[in-house]
């Protein structure tokens, strides 16, 4: 069974430190990855996709097949990215396994 | 519309009552998925529509709940004799390709927030 493991509920992080969020999956099959982040009183909304390799407002996330890991980082913290952030699994026929997601605080 | 729209944004329900909470996705949009978020937990899978077609509901959790696409564009998740356990978020999502998005992903909505007392 398709699983994702964040194994972190909480991570605070100072303004301009790294901030690396761990995400790790179990799947069968060659795994498509996303990230979503939920900001405060807002919806949950696509950050980013392994696929496309790309970088949104900072972040990027490599996809380590070998650690099935999809850890997602930024060199420097910046207050707005405080949100909450869930790492997601497309398998099965059409469904999406979250994380559980972890609260990411950014302290001034 | 412009996005995903969910209602009612809150519903406080006493235990036994039926619920019923709208999702009208995006205007054209193939996929429509519901999502259960528990307090404190990631959204769990319910149920998938793509048009009007109900193709996979293998995340319902009981015979209590059920959804329908009746024209392939608004859907509604309707929950009989709730119990206390019901109480979360119910998300909505839709997608323009059939499948789970692939490189774009899901839009979701903004949620109804169930209690159940």
């Known amino acids: 069974a398709q699983r994702v493991t964040q194994p972190e509920k909480l991570l605070s992080v100072f303004k301009g430190a790294p901030v690396e969020l761990k995400c790790n999956y179990s799947y069968s099959g060659s795994p498509e990855l996303f990230w979503y982040v939920q900001y405060s009183r807002q919806r949950l909304q696509l950050l980013l996709r392994?696929?496309s390799r790309e970088s949104i407002k900072g972040f990027t996330a490599d996809l380590n097949k070998g650690e099935t890991s999809f850890h997602l980082k930024k060199p420097f913290a910046q207050e707005e990215d405080s949100a909450m952030y869930y790492c997601?699994?497309?398998?099965?026929?059409?469904?999406?396994?979250f994380g559980i997601g972890t609260k990411l605080q950014v302290i001034p | 519309g412009a996005g995903v729209s969910q209602s009612p944004r809150y519903k406080v329900a006493k235990r036994g009552q039926d619920v019923a909470l709208r999702c009208d996705p995006i205007?054209?949009?193939?996929?429509l998925f519901w999502y259960q978020q528990a307090l404190g937990q990631g959204p769990e899978f319910l149920t998938y529509?793509?048009?009007?077609?109900?193709?996979?509901k293998s995340g319902l959790p009981s015979d209590r709940f059920f959804a329908e696409r009746p024209e392939g564009s608004v859907s509604t998740l309707k929950i009989q004799r709730t119990q206390q356990e019901d109480s979360a978020v119910y998300l909505c999502?839709?997608?323009?390709?059939?499948?789970?998005?692939?490189?774009?992903?899901?839009?979701f909505g903004s949620g109804t927030r169930l209690t159940v007392v």
């Open positions: 392994h696929i």
């Open positions: 997601a699994l497309p398998g099965g026929y059409q469904k999406v396994t």
């Open positions: 529509f793509q048009n009007e077609a109900q193709l996979d």
């Open positions: 999502a839709s997608s323009p390709l059939s499948g789970t998005g692939g490189d774009y992903g899901y839009t």
């Open positions: 205007s054209g949009h193939v996929s």
